[in-house]
């Protein structure tokens, strides 16, 4: 069956020709085929539902080749335009196809072969695909199964990405990518620790390329999705959709590359997919948890080449940086429990106590936060202590009696022998008797493991200085001051 007529697609004010369709021309048909008009009036529901922005980008240049055995097959432009079609608006196209016709279990994207079967497809005015985006389908047709993109999280932009020193450089270098210009370094490797970012700013770069260019293939994916399709093309024998695929991307980005240390194929792969793109001017952003010296049983030609271009470290926070997320972090809980209320210094103490990474940091106020909507209590430090106990607990910082007593004696200025050592006059004995107060409070040392350290020095003795200073804090407001710089200092 042919179409006959092409459907007009009335969308907001603007009215839009349809592709001219001809159902059943690739798949053939059966009993349950689409007609012309089903075709027009899905796409029109399509334009209501998605707005026009969306319809004019993503739907109008798809083609519809039919339908067979309850299974849609629509021709892309370029894989990443099927793939964010299926992603994005897969479930609403399912829907409104269904309401037409109940026939339709499945969609399946497909790239164009060339660029007279994208015109067809295009019939608004709007230029074709790009040439590449053909190339790119020159041989088998890749289906949207050898797709391989992972998803990117909404939240993860560079709107809400704190910048501060530890991450400036890797935030600008991630600015210039992002900026689609010329590719200035190639690869940019990012490397840091654990939640610190990385995958937030891989996120945020491709975001930003596929706004300032729907069309642009950009491919972000984790080393080991790559290992994964990798493998299924490998038994699949569909090696050749594998490589057209990878090396048709404009821009690739690779998530914890770290992950294909010591797995030789997966390596060898990489590493011409690598020179494929590089050799094209093609951009490439990696990312892993270290260097890629400290990355063990990589190949060195893979290791030198990562190191060719730019290799970006992201620091580990400081508190600034911290209180900064957590601020921003606040705004976006804000929307989900607008009327928690938080005590002042709250968000000053877990951004000086949780060091450890920013995914945790995020846990703890995101707990928080339910804690204190569900209980209808203030976000205050007797709750934070209640609802965080284990966090703060495992990122409690673990300071040593010998490093508190070099710290005290630092600060009155007195030589560390003399802290251990028998003098009993004021000078030293109150010192002495801040730095067992503050190996009480800061460690986990029993009394008699204290007072070993203090020059062999009885539980008792311990004891009594113990005391002594939570008596002398109540009354004298310098020494309260002086402990509680010395616990910081010992606990940053
Ligand atoms: N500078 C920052 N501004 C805002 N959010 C941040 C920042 N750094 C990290 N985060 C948040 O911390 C969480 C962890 O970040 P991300 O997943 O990017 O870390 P990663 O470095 O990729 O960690 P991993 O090595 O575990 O993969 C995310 O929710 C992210 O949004």
Redesign the pocket.
């Given at each position: 069956m042919r179409a006959a007529m092409r459907p007009v697609v009335q969308c907001g004010d603007a009215k839009f020709h349809g592709a001219a369709v001809e159902i059943g021309q690739s798949l053939g048909t059966d009993s349950d085929d689409m007609t012309q008009e089903q075709w027009g009036a899905l796409r029109q529901s399509l334009c209501d539902t998605l707005g026009e922005n969306n319809y004019k980008a993503w739907i109008e240049p798809l083609h519809f080749d039919g339908l067979k055995d309850g299974v849609a097959t629509f021709g892309a432009p370029t894989h990443f335009v099927g793939n964010y079609v299926s992603q994005n608006f897969g479930d609403a196209m399912l829907h409104h196809i269904n309401a037409l016709n109940g026939n339709v279990r499945r969609l399946n994207f497909r790239v164009m072969q060339d660029a007279g079967e994208m015109r067809g497809a295009n019939e608004s005015g709007r230029p074709a695909a790009p040439a590449k985006a053909a190339a790119a389908a020159q041989s088998a047709p890749a289906s949207s199964d050898l797709l391989p993109s992972g998803a990117l999280d909404q939240?993860?932009t560079f709107d809400?990405?704190?910048v501060g020193k530890p991450?400036a450089l890797a935030h600008a270098a991630a600015r210039r990518v992002a900026d689609g210009g010329e590719v200035t370094f190639n690869p940019l490797f990012l490397h840091?620790g654990?939640?610190?970012?990385?995958?937030?700013l891989m996120h945020a770069i491709a975001w930003e390329l596929r706004t300032r260019n729907p069309h642009l293939n950009v491919l972000y994916l984790s080393a080991e999705q790559f290992m994964y399709r990798f493998v299924q093309a490998l038994r699949d024998r569909r090696m050749m959709d594998f490589k057209s695929i990878f090396r048709s991307v404009d821009v690739l980005m690779v998530d914890?590359v770290q992950f294909i240390s010591g797995k030789d194929s997966t390596q060898e792969e990489f590493f011409h997919t690598f020179n494929a793109l590089v050799d094209q001017n093609k951009q490439i952003v990696i990312s892993a948890?270290r260097a890629p010296d400290a990355i063990k049983d990589l190949e060195n030609r893979i290791r030198s080449r990562l190191q060719s271009g730019l290799v970006v470290d992201l620091h580990p926070t400081d508190y600034e940086l911290r209180l900064g997320?957590l601020q921003?972090k606040v705004e976006q809980q804000r929307q989900h429990y607008p009327d928690v209320e938080i005590a002042d210094g709250v968000l000053e103490f877990l951004a000086h106590r949780i060091s450890s990474n920013?995914?945790v940091l995020?846990g703890a106020l995101t707990r928080l936060f339910a804690f204190a909507s569900l209980i209808g209590r203030k976000m205050d430090m007797d709750l934070t202590h209640e609802c965080l106990t284990d966090v703060l607990r495992a990122n409690e910082r673990k300071v040593s009696v010998e490093e508190i007593q070099r710290k005290v004696a630092e600060h009155y200025n007195i030589r560390l022998s003399d802290m251990i050592g028998p003098r009993r006059t004021r000078t030293f004995a109150r010192p002495r008797q801040v730095a067992m107060f503050l190996s009480k409070k800061l460690t986990q040392r029993s009394l008699p493991e204290i007072g070993r350290r203090f020059g062999g020095r009885d539980h008792t003795t311990v004891m009594h200085g113990v005391k002594r200073i939570e008596e002398l804090v109540r009354e004298d407001g310098q020494l309260a001051e002086d402990i509680e710089l010395l616990r910081r200092a010992l606990e940053a």
């Open positions: 939240r993860f809400s990405f704190v991450n840091g654990v939640g610190l970012g990385k995958t937030h914890d948890d997320i921003t920013v995914r995020e």
